[in-house]
């Protein structure tokens, strides 16, 4: 009787007031309005779609909110294609994931799910008839899943999180979400510590199963294709040593510039690379008015021109991660602002890494301090002070960058787990 009422409020009060917002958002948001446009007719552009498929082969499902979700999907994709004839159909909620996403050539299908309503969602699955569905992370819609279980198609969160605080597990939303967990086949958590969190939605203790994070996966995938790229020509850098400004914002570089640049003036062979998280040409002209004449910049663009100058902005965006490779030590950005982007990155090829103090929506942050490989910045003083050590004794650097390259090489593997589970059940 209760998951009834439950369902009434959901499908009669919160989800109504849920659209509402979207179509109000709507009319201040490209990408919302682009999202809502692009919803329309959805089952009909799908039919259309799902004729050129090989009626044969088994299909999987898999959902993601966003491209940052999927880019935790795409490793087990991947493998899946090497292991298995299988249709791939790739979904999303946010425009931008779809629209970055939609020519991903290992999937067959890229769409949007729908807004969660029970017609919607039955239209879905009737028109794709997938085997799997897999949602990646924390993007899960109750009357999808509930749709799910009726239709009997096996069901799988993969990377899943549950903070020990999660809103989740109090009052009602806890037994509403008992019964959606409940109806989900296999819960694939990145950590022991949020596999005891879903276990306390009182749920099968064969359900729920500690893989990993993908997460390392696909950031150690990635790294050994970044190095083929050569953005800069052979033994540009050397006898220099790099530091490498990541995803950083406004906030971040009030702190951090004034310590590099006093450093730089003391260390002739340090070189500076600056990638904003948005790099327009406002917040680039910014950044070159602040750089000493003596020490120079120029912008990536134009390195045909190259001078000798030691501060390198980049102004293009989809590179960072090889930028790292050639780094010495790197900060992201992130930490003064809302939270900390993804520290992975650098520490994949050895980095120490610094960044602001918001860091606790990354778990991967919270163990590399936790390891002894990262340092927290908070003011201009401190940063000098951890730059300037990391800068100097070569012998510590390169140790803390030993730390983080274990600790990333030590927590790859999930994928292989997780497409076992998968493989399972096909």
Same mark, same amino acid.
């Given at each position: 009787?209760?998951?009834?009422?439950l369902?009434?409020?959901?499908d009669?009060?919160?989800?109504?007031?849920?659209?509402?917002?979207?179509?109000?958002?709507?009319?201040?948001?490209?990408?919302?309005?682009?999202?809502?446009?692009?919803?329309?007719?959805?089952?009909?552009?799908?039919?259309?779609?799902?004729?050129?498929l090989?009626?044969?082969? &088994?299909?999987?499902?898999? %959902?993601?909110?966003?491209?940052?979700e999927?880019?935790?999907?795409?490793?087990v994709?991947?493998?899946?294609? !090497?292991?298995e004839?299988?249709?791939?159909?790739v979904?999303?909620?946010?425009?931008?994931?779809?629209?970055?996403?939609?020519? #991903?050539?290992?999937?067959?299908?890229?769409?949007?799910?729908?807004l969660?309503?029970?017609?919607?969602?039955k239209e879905?699955?009737?028109?794709?008839?997938?085997?799997?569905?897999?949602?990646?992370? #924390?993007?899960?819609?109750?009357?999808?899943?509930?749709?799910?279980?009726?239709? &009997?198609?096996?069901?799988?969160?993969?990377?899943?999180?549950?903070?020990?605080?999660?809103? !989740?597990? #109090?009052?009602?939303? &806890?037994?509403?979400h008992?019964?959606?967990?409940?109806?989900?086949?296999?819960i694939l958590?990145?950590?022991?510590?949020?596999?005891?969190?879903?276990?306390?939605?009182?749920?099968?203790?064969?359900k729920?199963?500690?893989?990993?994070?993908?997460?390392?996966? !696909?950031?150690?995938?990635?790294?050994?294709?970044?190095?083929?790229? &050569?953005?800069?020509?052979?033994?540009?850098?050397d006898?220099?040593?790099?530091?490498?400004?990541?995803?950083?914002?406004?906030s971040?570089?009030?702190?951090?510039?004034?310590?590099?640049?006093?450093?730089?003036?003391? %260390?002739?062979?340090?070189?500076?690379?600056?990638?904003?998280h948005?790099?327009?040409?406002?917040?680039?002209?910014?950044?070159?008015?602040?750089?000493?004449?003596?020490?120079?910049?120029?912008?990536?663009?134009?390195?045909?021109?190259?001078?000798?100058?030691?501060?390198?902005?980049?102004?293009?965006?989809?590179?960072?991660?090889?930028?790292? #490779?050639y780094?010495?030590?790197?900060?992201?950005?992130?930490?003064?602002?809302?939270?900390?982007?993804?520290?992975?990155?650098?520490s994949?090829?050895?980095?120490?890494?610094l960044?602001?103090?918001?860091?606790?929506?990354?778990q991967?942050?919270?163990?590399?301090?936790?390891e002894?490989?990262?340092?927290?910045?908070?003011?201009?003083k401190?940063?000098?002070?951890?730059?300037s050590?990391?800068?100097?004794?070569?012998?510590?650097?390169e140790k803390?960058?030993?730390?983080?390259?274990?600790y990333?090489?030590r927590?790859?593997?999930?994928?292989?787990?997780?497409?076992?589970?998968?493989?399972?059940?096909?």
């Open positions: 009787m209760m998951i009834k009422l369902r009434f409020f959901y009669y009060l919160l989800l109504p007031l849920f659209i509402a917002a979207i179509y109000v958002a709507s009319l201040f948001n490209n990408k919302i309005r682009r999202g809502i446009r692009d919803r329309k007719n959805l089952a009909e552009k799908l039919k259309s779609q799902v004729k050129k090989d009626k044969s082969k &088994k299909r999987i499902w898999f %959902h993601s909110s966003s491209m940052g999927f880019e935790q999907a795409k490793p994709i991947e493998e899946l294609r !090497r292991r004839e299988v249709i791939i159909v979904s999303f909620f946010s425009p931008s994931g779809y629209q970055n996403s939609i020519n #991903y050539s290992f999937a067959d299908i890229v769409t949007y799910i729908p969660d309503s029970r017609k919607k969602c879905f699955l009737d028109v794709l008839k997938i085997d799997v569905a897999v949602f990646m992370r #924390y993007d899960i819609w109750p009357n999808m899943i509930f749709e799910l279980s009726d239709k &009997k198609i096996p069901t799988l969160l993969v990377d899943a999180t549950m903070r020990y605080n999660s809103p !989740r597990k #109090y009052g009602v939303a &806890k037994i509403f008992h019964h959606i967990y409940k109806e989900i086949d296999k958590t990145v950590s022991d510590e949020d596999r005891n969190n879903f276990l306390q939605f009182n749920l099968d203790n064969n729920v199963k500690t893989v990993g994070d993908t997460r390392y996966d !696909r950031v150690y995938q990635k790294s050994l294709q970044a190095k083929e790229k &050569k953005l800069f020509k052979e033994n540009f850098f006898g220099k040593k790099v530091v490498v400004l990541g995803s950083a914002w406004e971040d570089e009030e702190v951090v510039l004034p310590a590099l640049f006093k450093l730089m003036s003391k %260390h002739e062979n340090l070189i500076l690379i600056i990638a904003p948005e790099p327009t040409i406002n917040h680039l002209e910014k950044l070159e008015h602040q750089v000493d004449k003596a020490i120079g910049s120029i912008r990536f663009s134009h390195m045909n021109i190259y001078n000798n100058q030691r501060v390198i902005l980049i102004d293009s965006i989809g590179i960072l991660l090889s930028l790292y #490779y780094a010495d030590l790197a900060f992201v950005g992130g930490g003064f602002k809302q939270n900390v982007h993804n520290v992975l990155e650098p994949v090829y050895g980095l120490p890494v960044f602001g103090p918001k860091i606790y929506n990354s991967e942050a919270l163990s590399l301090i936790e002894g490989s990262a340092r927290v910045v908070h003011n201009k401190e940063a000098y002070r951890i730059l050590k990391l800068i100097s004794d070569d012998n510590y650097r803390l960058g030993q730390i983080a390259s274990d990333v090489k927590n790859i593997g999930a994928t292989g787990k997780i497409t076992d589970e998968i493989v399972s059940i096909l």
